[in-house]
């Protein structure tokens, strides 16, 4: 289990080891927040709780329109882990089936890859598509590809505690942690949005 890094505003930043968070907090960097009761950091002259939620004592600057790269890992969940195309999950597939990044207008016919031109298809249906659009292939599109927000990027590959849920509520709202509760093929909140 990571912990939660907060930013000195109370956003959350990252999931970071919890090594790295006592690191933190050791060199007076951090603060704990929120701890793993049954677990300890020992040497031979401290104890140190086991953190599941740190905040940076001095506020870091994190720009917000900084392009993020297209990433399988990020592709696939900002798509379910679903076919856009055939709409088959990833737990549908069978055998040789795996899910690929597509581009909707291929790169030898001047796409480009950015979050508007690529999509998680089935390896069935890229290979049906080929160097072809959607529309030549006999495909459609289930929805319209676009960039992620933050929060989706950041946690939407995550699993988060519901201490580290609090936090996400308290900065980001409902909603956020509504979106990360509806995602079928990744990881899930342990906590039901409401609670």
Partial sequence: MGCLALNASFEPLTIVPPRRA??????GKAEILEEDADRRFRSER???????????????????RFRRQVTNTFLFARDDYTCQYCGRHRSELRGREF???DHVVPLS??????????????????HRKG????????????????????????WVVRRVTPAQAKYIRMFYGESALEALSRRRGAPRTELRPGE
């Fill in 99 to 101: 899910l690929t990044r």
């Fill in 22 to 27: 006592v690191r933190l907090v050791l060199d």
């Fill in 46 to 64: 401290r104890v140190v709780p086991f953190p599941t939620v740190i905040r940076l004592v001095r506020y870091v600057h994190v720009p917000r």
């Fill in 131 to 154: 160097n072809r659009l959607p529309e030549e292939a006999g495909l459609s599109l289930d929805g319209t590809p676009g960039e992620p927000n933050y929060v989706h990027l950041v």
């Fill in 109 to 126: 016919r001047g796409g480009d890859n950015t979050w508007s031109n690529v999509v998680t298809a089935c390896s069935p249906c890229n």
